[in-house]
């Protein structure tokens, strides 16, 4: 990197960071400080150098926290009356929470720049740290020591686990370090494809193509490491130290027996990321020193680009908010408020990590699910009103053990509310971590208006007859007591369907006509080959109260639960959803099962099931005819 940015980030890094007034500052109470306003202006402008970029990154970011701010800090209030727990994932405050989004909001403008070639290595040196402390502080101080460790440096997996077993007296298997690494080269791989090469090294280990400017770099690494130290525990190397006469050591966190287990954690993330306690816990343990182990990649880019400096030319320093600025971005952030207050939409996107998964329909109540990958980090919940889309609501995915946590919340929408719950999944010897989210919106009840219409006819007005008041309410209760009698209807259906696998031989002609099974053909079965099959027909047998669904599964059973929802042919409305649905065996093979009752399906119609699995969606057609 030129000298120039070099001297830039020293400046940066040489910032205190927020005093502890501003450390505490709660985001569901008051705006944020000027103060901290300007820091975080200056590590977006920092990753993105460019003014404009760098306000608009800053303000998505304060409008995440906004959404999400009062949740995390009941994460901190259960962490203090359950410190004695294990070590979750590193829960937040809400100034940690503000440095962590602007660095998963510079992405988009990195991407941006990188796709029109205007950027340098020094930018891509940056990008590759920043992104490489994102992706591991969301998961707990294991995987920044992997990362840091054996990505950024090429320290070994033994030197791995004793710098982490001498922070956290935690004691894991070499099998768990070489997993971690392979998940985050995965990861890093995936973010800087066409940028990065892997290749094998010694022992058939997959390792990045280093550059050969490694000295060179070693201020730019100790700098960028420094800025993205968290906030929280920004000038806190000296209470991490302890003397012995002229000998100091480091103090590892575990060592303090007034700490709970997330000031532990913490305190593990700023020795592993801030270059002067990093350097004395190496230094501890007789390991060489890390600017002569760092393991920067040699990042494919145009000559121009690989040896001049960089195309993103700024001051050295970068130009503070202005008043004017400050108050652009709260007015901003006001009127994101007004519309989330008045949005009104009839579908909600759901995004992982920035990727649409899945729409939500709100005319409705409805329930699915969406697998998750190990190292998810945020859920976010978008809308659209006549002013385009619009950020309604985000979760925080959690991990405890290195592995997924369960974890919940709800977001109270004006249409009704929609639940998140993170269940994971029991993983099978050496198989990735992996999660279920289960999304239910329930909508506001119909109701809730005209009943409290009904308590405005106590004011003086034009008599309405008592009988059409007893009318209404027995119409709204009859509306009530009909959805419950639904509910419990496909319960008793799918007990007796159960029966009817158990003794059959034994059940009543009429009961055992109660359920009729069928057992459908995937599509893509059903057109392969010269000629395409016919669509299978479900026939409405007048004893029928419903039908089973045999769905063949196209390969072997995964651990983990299946999700089906029938919807009509065109996909435009789905009338039933069923989830945590597991494989069983019948006659024709390993099938997934699911009971439809018959009132839900008209003649002569088509119909598709989608079958969720972990990594694939299958789909069943079939027409329904009346022949009764």
Request: hydrophobic share 35%; aromatic share 6%; with cysteine.
């Given at each position: 990197m ?19 007034a ?6 569901t ?14 590590l ?19 409008e ?44 988009q ?13 020094a ?73 990065v ?37 920004r ?21 303090d ?7 532990i ?13 990093y350097s ?14 760092l ?5 494919v ?8 400096g ?45 990727v ?15 697998a998750?990958?190990?190292g ?45 719950e993170v ?19 329930q ?68 009961a ?10 995937r599509d893509d ?43 009509t042919?065109?996909g ?7 989830n ?21 399906l ?12 972990f ?14």
């Amino acid at each position: 990197m030129g000298s120039g940015n070099s001297q830039k980030m020293s400046q940066a890094g040489r910032a205190n960071g927020p005093e502890l007034a501003i450390r505490n500052w709660d985001a569901t109470k008051t705006q944020a400080p000027a103060e901290l306003l300007q820091e975080a202006f200056e590590l977006a402008y920092f990753l993105v150098p460019d003014r404009t970029n760098a306000i608009a990154i800053l303000t998505r970011a304060l409008e995440k926290l906004r959404v999400r701010s009062r949740r995390e800090l009941k994460r901190l209030y259960w962490r203090d009356k359950h410190s004695e727990r294990p070590i979750r994932r590193i829960a937040r405050s809400d100034v940690d929470m503000l440095q962590w989004l602007i660095m998963f909001e510079s992405e988009q403008e990195e991407r941006a720049q990188e796709h029109t070639g205007a950027v340098s290595r020094a930018s891509m040196i940056i990008r590759y740290i920043k992104h490489l402390v994102e992706i591991t502080t969301a998961l707990s101080s294991f995987y920044i020591n992997i990362g840091i460790t054996r990505l950024l440096h090429n320290y070994t997996t033994s030197e791995a686990q004793s710098a982490y077993e001498r922070l956290t007296s935690r004691y894991l298997g070499p099998d768990e370090y070489r997993r971690a690494k392979s998940a985050l080269m995965d990861k890093m791989t995936e973010r800087f494809r066409g940028f990065v090469k892997v290749i094998r090294v010694d022992h058939g280990e997959l390792r990045f193509e280093t550059s050969d400017q490694q000295e060179e770099s070693a201020a730019i690494v100790a700098d960028c490491l420094k800025i993205l130290t968290p906030w929280s525990t920004r000038g806190s190397c000296a209470q991490f130290m302890t003397s012995n006469g002229s000998d100091i050591k480091l103090k590892t966190p575990c060592e303090d027996a007034r700490a709970d287990q997330n000031e532990i954690e913490l305190r593990c993330c700023h020795i592993l990321l801030d270059p002067t306690c990093y350097s004395r816990l190496m230094e501890d343990l007789a390991f060489d020193q890390p600017d002569s182990k760092l393991a920067l990649p040699r990042f494919v880019m145009p000559e121009n680009q690989q040896k001049g400096g960089d195309n993103n030319a700024q001051p050295q320093h970068p130009p503070g908010l202005s008043q004017e600025d400050i108050d652009q971005i709260q007015r901003r952030l006001a009127i994101s408020d007004a519309r989330r207050r008045n949005i009104n939409p009839r579908t909600l996107a759901i995004l992982i990590d920035g990727v649409e998964q899945s729409q939500v329909e709100l005319t409705r109540r409805s329930q699915f699910q969406i697998a998750l990958e190990a190292g998810a980090s945020l859920i976010e919940v978008r809308g659209e009103d006549e002013r385009g889309e619009l950020l309604l609501a985000t979760h925080v995915i959690s991990y405890t053990n290195n592995a997924f946590d369960y974890s919940s919340a709800t977001a109270t929408l004006t249409s009704g509310k929609l639940r998140f719950e993170v269940t994971p999944i029991v993983a099978q010897g050496q198989e990735p971590s992996r999660a279920v989210l289960d999304l239910t919106f329930q909508p506001r009840a119909r109701w809730s208006r005209p009943w409290l219409a009904w308590l405005e006819f106590r004011r003086p007005r034009p008599t309405v007859p008592t009988y059409a008041l007893v009318g209404l309410a027995m119409a709204l209760l009859g509306a009530a007591v009909t959805g419950a009698i639904y509910s419990h209807k496909l319960t008793v259906l799918q007990q007796r369907l159960h029966e009817a696998q158990r003794s059959q031989p034994q059940l009543l002609p009429t009961a055992a006509r109660a359920i009729i099974s069928y057992t459908l053909t995937r599509d893509d079965q059903r057109v392969r080959g010269s000629e395409t099959a016919p669509v299978p027909e479900i026939s409405l047998r007048l004893h029928s109260t419903a039908i089973s669904l045999e769905l063949p599964l196209a390969e072997t059973p995964q651990a983990g639960n299946y999700a089906a929802e029938l919807k009509t042919f065109s996909g435009d409305q789905t009338l039933l959803t069923q989830n945590l649905l597991r494989p069983i065996r019948s006659d024709g093979g390993t099938v997934v099962q699911i009971i439809v009752p018959i009132d839900l399906l008209a003649a002569d119609t088509y119909y598709t099931v989608h079958l969720h699995s972990f990594d694939r969606i299958d789909h069943f057609t079939f027409k329904v005819v009346d022949n009764r």
